[in-house]
């Protein structure tokens, strides 16, 4: 089965540069869902987007934005990048559905690495 | 964002079942809890979710206290290949899905 799709795998940016992640959901979910992976950290949510519409917002930081396009796709944009940014990024979708519970899939992650 | 408890670490011996407890305490009635699993360097994997009643699939079972305050995963036989963090996450209405810091499992061959 087709999985959450998340490019490019490995990024290195120097500081102050800018980045940006892609992310393809898995086809015909409508939900997408950022998070930021540390080393040795747990998985600290970014933000989401339902059909095209930011839902929720978490730990983002205002150097970021992010938006959801026509067809599901997803970008993260990061700008003045900094040593800290420096994490496993996982995209994440789901198909909306209140009354059985959203189950999120994960794709594999982007390294970005900030030198 | 609602919040859940787990502890840090746990060990199991091969082929022995394994009990994961989850606190979730301010648990509201529509909330979800979902439990993921994490290996290094990979995206957390959906293991299993639910509301009020007991779940079981193919990897594990759910067992869910009768005031929802409360959740354990059951691995029945752990595996090497069950080593992994664990994370119990709660799904709030909309789309929300907060992870805390999850129990590290190892397991002992």
């Known amino acids: 089965a087709a999985g959450v799709i998340q490019s490019p795998r490995h990024l290195i940016k120097e500081k102050r540069e800018t980045a940006t992640l892609k992310c393809y959901p898995i086809p015909r979910h409508d939900t997408v869902y950022w998070y930021q992976q540390g080393p040795g950290q747990d998985p600290q949510f970014l933000i989401s987007?339902?059909?095209?519409?930011?839902?929720d917002k978490g730990s983002i930081p205002d150097r970021f934005s992010a938006q959801q396009f026509s067809d599901y796709h997803s970008e993260l944009n990061m700008s003045s990048l900094e040593l800290g940014d420096s994490a496993l990024y996982f995209c994440?979708?789901?198909?909306?559905?209140?009354?059985?519970?959203?189950?999120?899939?994960f794709g594999e992650g982007s390294w970005l690495t900030v030198v | 964002d609602a919040k859940t408890t787990q502890p840090n670490s746990m060990e199991s011996n091969e082929e022995e079942p394994v009990h994961l407890p989850c606190n979730h305490s301010t648990i509201s009635g529509t909330d979800y809890i979902h439990w993921y699993r994490q290996l290094p360097s990979q995206g957390p994997e959906y293991v299993i979710h639910?509301?009020?009643s007991n779940v079981n699939n193919r990897m594990a079972s759910l067992a869910i206290a009768e005031d929802r305050k409360s959740s354990t995963l059951i691995l029945h036989r752990a595996t090497l290949r069950d080593a992994a963090v664990y994370y119990c996450t709660l799904s709030t209405t909309g789309n929300q899905f907060y992870f805390g810091t999850g129990t590290s499992l190892t397991v002992i061959p």
């Open positions: 639910g509301l009020t």
């Open positions: 987007f339902y059909e095209k519409m930011q839902s």
């Open positions: 994440a979708s789901s198909l909306m559905e209140k009354i059985s519970g959203n189950t999120i899939y």
